[in-house]
């Protein structure tokens, strides 16, 4: 017989095959002990069966291990419990050594109650919010899903290392509250705001809307893993994702979403596991295996689901248990009836014998399974179970810490780790820096251009300096409001600055912005990088212009009546007192000593002309002589003493005043009066600062600028020094001292008035728990240290745009060095009141000479011409003393001889003025 060689070796291998593979297989099989075993999955959860058949499998192979888990696999829909009852019975029935089991509450609480009643061990992987409600029943079951009290705590111990002073709940299904439960007793003192709110429908947008506008920045998210994966779309769409806002995320699977939270890895995100993140080879293996028999099952060693974890890790804590009866029993399997409390029990037995003992021993297994650490407490609860907590980076997720019923909250990763972490991000972004027009803090420099290179400006320099000491890249951008941030107290709203970093639309705002208590509350702050206080910006004093009759001023118009009065009065009552006065009437000749007349010399005109020279400390040749007039005489002196020292008080007083200007010094000076109107920057800083003082000046201050029409409250720095300028000094300026500096620089008629009233500085402002804050606060710092800001400060407040003007104005230092003289303007009324005066001397005298001319005329019979000629002839005599009585006639000599008379009569007066009278009287002889 032909045999083909072929056919030969296919006959060789299979031999070998039978012999050595197959046949030590049945044999061995054949010699293992059989361990019927129960198990219910949902439908549709093929990776739950395909785990559970995988473990088996390699259970089953293990060549030395003497049992054989024979498993009754059967599946149910997730909610029909009367189904998985009648499953269980099916199953129980042909005796088994532990039923696996189904995975959720409605359908497990019905096997657990028929495995309790049939004393067959009950593994259980699915959450259970609360302790069974068969009180005895759980008795029978091994749960491997963490106790849901222990995880509260767990949770909640977790979270106060976050140390978060409010946050937002958003939960899905009411199971949440009860893991939640501890949280809300450990804040039940409301020391924290706590938001609770429901994720319902399938928009969560509008939901999310309102959690960002309420300005909540820390959100506990309890939701299954669908759910979380389009919480965290939409909230990217409504600009609740980013680094400013922190997740804590309860479910226990949300490390299976890498793929789908990586987008968002610049969110700080903490999530709790059972699933170490750190595999090991054995691990990566299993998965393997898995995604080998499954191909549809996308898995990596760390995103393998808790309760497919769990699933496996109950099998072999099952596998182990019963290797440990080994040395304590052998179990027997009978078949029992599900229902033994019935009147038919097919079998007659109640319960599973080996049952109790055998759960028994189940519960002190020990061991560690894909979800870690695994141990039961008496009632087959676990309760000693390690959670891993993690965040997220662009690699994925990352071990940060554990947490354990011993040990509590143990970080594997220290903050500065994570710092560290966000310093690196920082080099790869694009701040957006939101600022407003102001100088010299940005300032437009080309307007047609694009991007930074519109602008020009102390801060932008600022931020430009911080970026190379990080290394990051920034656009600047305005507010569309152009203010710096105020709070509307009644809508509890931000405007300015304040508003684009609270909507995320900015991760940086600078300019002359102000750290203050309600902005900070809303919004991080580095260190400041200059310091200031609020102060007075205003018109320099400007002399005002001299007054013709100033030297009248230092004495009102009614004091000056009422001396013109008195002066009248006074000359008058000297006048009667004088007439009435015997002492006052006098012998006119000493030598007759009993005169027929008495004269007294007290005419009107004589008492007018004593009380004047009195008054104008002229003296007088005239003196009373009677007592009473002497007395009378004397007040008036008293009261001229008075006046006039007052009068010279005053006046000194004026000329001082006119030089130095307005007397405001300070801010209580603008607060006494009223006619120098005073505002600030409308709801800026400097505005609350009076608005929230209790300071009685300031509050004064606050009403009068409130209720002050027109509003004396300005947009902005420019606006109020535009307006301080165009007052002329009836409006000043509540200013920043470093703004006032910048503005004096330049306007040289603008000074600061007094000191500063507070104490403060400005800031870079960013979101809440800006994981950048540190970083640009240490290089705020270095570039202190350095000097940079000085340098910058001087560049922008001194170099540019002609910040040397006032130091450079030479009207100004003139006019203060000759600020102690008085000008010609400041005495010419005197001036004028003497030219006045003699003129109306000179008019009086023209009238009295016309007058006298007239008599003379009239008394010598001669013509008025005549009369005149005669008293102009002896008025030209200048140093003639002597006049003849009668008047001078052309009878007595000719024209011609007038003439040389005149001529020879004012030569003799000069001669006889230079001591030549002699030589001239010889002549003539
Ligand atoms: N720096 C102020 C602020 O941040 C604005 C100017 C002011 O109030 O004087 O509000």
């Given amino acids: 017989m032909f045999i083909n060689i072929n056919n030969f070796r296919l006959f060789v291998s299979l031999f070998l095959c039978v012999f050595f593979v197959i046949l030590p297989e049945l044999c061995l099989a054949d010699r293992k002990q059989r361990i019927p075993i129960g198990a219910i999955f949902h439908e549709y959860n093929m990776e739950m069966e395909m785990v559970f058949r995988n473990k088996l ?21 997730k909610v029909d419990s009367f189904k998985a009852g009648k499953i269980a019975c099916n199953i129980t029935e042909d005796g088994i050594a532990a039923m696996f089991g189904p995975q959720n509450d409605e359908c497990a609480g019905i096997v657990e109650a028929i495995c309790y009643n049939l004393k067959i061990p009950n593994f259980q992987t699915h959450w259970q919010p609360k302790k069974s409600t068969y009180q005895d ?16 705590v767990a949770i909640n111990d977790i979270l106060k290392t976050m140390e978060w002073k409010s946050f937002t709940i958003l939960y899905e299904d009411d199971d949440a509250l009860l893991r939640l439960q501890e949280v809300f007793l450990d804040h039940k ?155 038919i029990n097919r079998y007659g037995i ?167 208590f309600d902005r900070r509350s809303a919004v991080d702050f580095t260190m400041p990088f200059m310091t200031l206080g609020i102060s007075i910006l205003f018109r320099k004093p400007v002399a005002r212009p001299p007054q ?132 600030t920057v409308q709801g800026a800083s400097t505005a609350n600062f009076f608005r929230d003082s209790n300071f009685s000046v300031y509050q004064k201050m606050w009403s009068t600028m409130e209720s002050t029409r027109p509003s004396v409250f300005v947009d902005g720095n420019a606006e109020g020094v535009k307006r301080v300028l165009r007052g002329q000094g009836t409006y000043a300026f509540l200013m920043e001292s470093t703004s006032i500096e910048y503005v004096t620089a330049r306007e040289c008629e603008l000074t600061q008035i007094g000191g500063k009233l507070d104490s403060k500085g400005y800031g870079i402002a960013m979101p809440v728990n800006s994981p950048y804050r540190t970083d640009i606060s240490g290089a705020v710092l270095k570039l202190q240290e350095s000097g ?47 030219v006045a005066g003699t003129m109306f001397a000179i008019f009086i005298l023209i009238c009295e000479v016309l007058w006298n001319i007239r008599t003379i005329a009239v008394e010598h019979k001669i013509t008025p011409t005549e009369a005149l000629k005669s008293e102009l002839r002896f008025a030209f005599q200048i140093f003639n003393k002597e006049k003849p009585a009668k008047p001078y006639t052309p009878s007595e000599a000719s024209s011609d001889e007038d003439t040389r008379s005149v001529a020879a009569s004012v030569f003799r007066s000069a001669s006889s003025f230079l001591r030549l009278d002699n030589i001239i009287e010889k002549k003539d002889n």
Avoid at 137 to 152: F, N, Q
Avoid at 357 to 383: A, C, H, M, W
Avoid at 822 to 829: E, F, H, K, R, Y
Wanted: hydrophobic content about 40%.
């Fill in 137 to 152: 029943a759980a008795k029978m079951a091994i749960k491997l899903y963490p106790d849901a009290h222990v995880l509260s």
């Fill in 788 to 834: 940079k800001l000085s340098t910058l400060k001087t560049k922008w407040w001194k170099d540019m745009h002609g910040g040397r003007k006032c130091d450079e104005d030479p009207s100004s230092n003139a006019k203060e060095e000759n600020a102690n003289e008085m000008g010609i303007d400041n005495v010419a009324g005197i001036f004028i009141v003497l």
């Fill in 548 to 679: 013709l009759f100033s030297f009248m001023a230092p004495l009102s118009v009614e004091v000056w009546l009422y001396m013109a009065l008195a002066f009248l009065g006074v000359a008058f009552a000297v006048y009667i007192i004088a007439r009435m006065c015997p002492k006052d009437w006098e012998n006119p000749t000493p030598q007759d000593p009993n005169p027929t007349e008495l004269e007294n010399i007290w005419s009107l005109p004589n008492c007018i002309w004593l009380s004047l020279g009195t008054i104008m400390c002229l003296g007088c040749d005239l003196l009373p002589k009677g007592s009473s007039t002497r007395i009378t005489v004397v007040l008036w002196g008293f009261f001229a003493l008075i006046v006039i020292q007052s009068y010279i008080a005053n006046l000194t007083a004026f000329l001082t005043m006119e030089k130095m200007g307005d007397s405001i010094k300070n801010a209580e000076d603008l607060a006494k009066q009223t006619t120098i109107k005073y505002g």
């Fill in 57 to 77: 499998n390699y259970i089953n192979n293990l060549y030395e291990e003497p049992y054989l888990l024979i498993p009754n696999i059967q599946t149910v829909a």
């Fill in 350 to 516: 109640d319960t599973w014998t080996d049952g109790e003992q055998f759960y028994d021993v189940l519960k002190k297994v020990r061991s560690d399974g894909l979800s870690g650490p695994i141990q039961f407490d008496e009632n087959g609860y676990r309760t000693d179970f390690t959670l891993q907590i993690m965040d997220i980076s662009d690699d994925g997720f990352r071990q940060i810490g554990t947490w354990d019923p011993t040990n509590g909250v143990s970080r594997t990763i220290s903050e500065e780790d994570s710092l560290a972490q966000y310093s690196a991000a920082l080099r790869n972004k694009t701040f957006k820096v939101a600022s407003r027009i102001g100088e010299p803090h940005l300032m437009w420099k080309n307007e047609s251009a694009e991007g930074n290179e519109r602008f020009e400006g102390y801060a932008m320099d600022l931020i430009h300096e911080i970026s190379k000491i990080i290394g990051f890249k920034y656009e600047f951008y305005l507010t569309p409001d152009n203010k710096y941030g105020g709070l509307d107290k009644k809508t509890k709203k931000w405007n300015g600055l304040i508003k684009e970093l609270l909507e995320r639309k900015a991760d940086l705002a600078i300019c002359d912005l102000t750290i203050t």
């Fill in 189 to 343: 003192t409301f020391d924290n705001v706590i938001t609770i709110r429901q994720l319902t429908g399938f928009d969560y947008r509008s939901l999310l809307k309102e959690v960002h506008e309420s300005g909540e920045r820390q959100i506990i998210l309890d939701c299954n893993i669908d759910t979380t994966v389009e919480v965290f779309r939409q909230a990217a769409e409504v600009k609740m994702t980013g680094e400013y806002i922190n997740y804590y995320i309860l479910n226990l699977d949300t490390h299976t979403l890498r793929q789908e939270l990586l987008q968002h890895a610049l969110t700080n995100m903490t999530i709790i596991s059972l699933i170490d993140p750190n595999f090991g080879e054995a691990r990566k293996h299993i998965v393997d295996e898995w995604t080998m028999e499954m191909p549809s099952l996308t898995l990596t060693a760390d995103t393998i689901p808790t309760e497919l974890a769990l699933m496996y890790d109950a099998l072999d804590v099952f596998y182990q248990g019963l290797k440990m009866t080994d040395s304590l029993m052998s179990l027997k399997f009978e078949k029992v009836d599900c229902n033994p409390k019935s009147s």
